[in-house]
């Protein structure tokens, strides 16, 4: 009996998980304001591609990401289970276009393990993945929301770069 009273006062931070092409991804609930259904988004020109627009959310504008195309993954046409998580991170609101709400699973500290650096693909992923958690056997990348909006895209960075280096 002890065991159950201690494992009850672990604290577990709760993640909103969603699907992204073939993964499963996790943001701590603490950023999600909400999530609705996709709305009309309109074009931002001449802005990254992940970038997809800005919605009109109650009277507020909100720039919307594409997370599958932020991930360098196929864009996909939108569906009835496609859905926007609002998220706040240090006080900027951004929508994360996604493929589909998973759940919301509960994690102790302890039971987050960094992602291991294998490869170059890894170390990409990497840069947005804080840690992996794991929940009946399925893996759930979790994801550092600041990284995720404000880094800069690297395939830009090394286009720039090569054009320079050609002149």
Known sequence: MPDVIVEDEIQKEQY?????AD???GISIKYVNEI????QITKVPETQDYLI??????????????VRIRFGKEPLEYNDRTCVIVIDVKSTVIGLIVDAIDEVAAFAENEITPPPS?????????????????VNGEVKLLLDPDKLINDPEPEKDDEAEDETEEE
């Not at 909103?16 to 992204?20: D, G, N, R, V």
């Not at 609705?36 to 709305?39: E, P």
Request: hydrophobic share 45%; proline share 2%.
């Open 23 to 25: 993964e499963i991804y």
């Open 118 to 134: 294998v490869s170059d693909l890894v170390m990409q992923a990497k840069k947005y993945v804080f840690g992996i958690g794991r």
């Open 36 to 39: 609705i259904g996709l709305s």
């Open 16 to 20: 909103m998980t969603f699907k992204c």
């Open 53 to 66: 627009g800005l919605i009109n959310l109650r009277g507020k504008i909100i720039p919307v990401i594409d």
